[in-house]
């Protein structure tokens, strides 16, 4: 009886003890250790970042002045084109693991094929936006009216799909990132929020999960944060996703899920430059004059003013001769004009009025693009070098407004009935 009632004291002591340690521990222990229960060493997230999608109705930079407003090294994961087994299990798989949270944009067709993988989705904790009904790439070019309906019917299906529990985002993403101002405009209309991205993975392409992880690093780590957008049907995002999580935890990344505010849920408070990727005046020296530090003067409380032998303006060729000069003003105190330095001569045959007009092919557009700006507007007697940088900047923002992004396969291709489906 002593025995037993002394071991039942000892656990009670136990208990005592490690409920007092794990007290003191809790605020050491990272956010996301403590709520991943059975996976300490998981990547977590690290905060619920609340947004207000009718103060800031477009967002990445891959196509949009604002993007989320994160911290150095905070990454918002978004997932396209889904809900698509069995690969859309195993990142919801993936991401449990990890207790990480996303942002997933739904396709009407896949929602209604596959409604319980979208109820899925809702019940891990992660946010669900949508990306039309059929996935069409060319939003911005088709009429308004149909554009209006692929929208309204994706987020319909999406509803249709979550059921009278709900769960769905004002959250909305342009298939193949075709953005049209009317579209945009229709969107930030119904209070629904455009996601562009920060950077891509390029798992839509044919290329190894290697390549997905490798990309998604090496752009991550050059923006040094942002949104980073995948897309859940694929294999070699599958793939991929453990080793980018993994390297995530490892380089210091932390994960930071997004959600829309609500009458009971205010948006986070943030400052406007907070939604630039990077501030104008974090990069522009002259926003930054350098602080004044405080001297402490000892002795003298006064200096003597310069004398004009101190200031040795004669060093130099002053620009009046001294003889035009007005003795009145030197009287008044009021200082001369500085010497300029004197110029170094250069013949005159050694510099050339006007440089060859670089060759046509320096402006050639890669892509079917239509250039930004004319070619005859840009060829003008530059250097070359400078030419060429200009050529390759335009043949990169024409580009940009006509790339196609990602789920560039249409969805045609794609196997939408139940089952395996093959990765190609
Ligand atoms: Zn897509």
Redo the contacts with the bound molecule.
Sequence with gaps: MCKASNIEAARRAAGVLLLALSAIGAPAVPASAADCPGNPAALGTSRTLVVDPNEHPRIGTMQYEETLPLQDHEVVLTF??GPLPPHSAKVLDLLAAQCVKATF?I?GRMARSFPEGVRRVRDAGHSIGT?TQN?PLSMNRMPIERARQEIDDGIAATEAALGPAGGLSPFF?I??LSRAEAVEDYLASKGIQTWSADFPADD?RHIPPARVYELAMKRLEAKGKGILLL?DIQGRTVQALPKILQDLKTRGFRIVHVVAATPDRPKTPTEPQEWQLHPVSETIAITRWPKIPAFVFAGTPTLPGPALPDLDWRAGRPAVPASELRPRRLARGVPLPMPRPSQPLVPAGDTPTMLPVPDKSLFAIQEKTHPAIPQSAVAVALPAGANAAAARAMSFNANASQRMI??SVPIADRGLKPGPVSAR
């Design positions: 396209d084109d944009f396709i990306h996935h993403r298939p193949g839509w897309h990602p789920g």
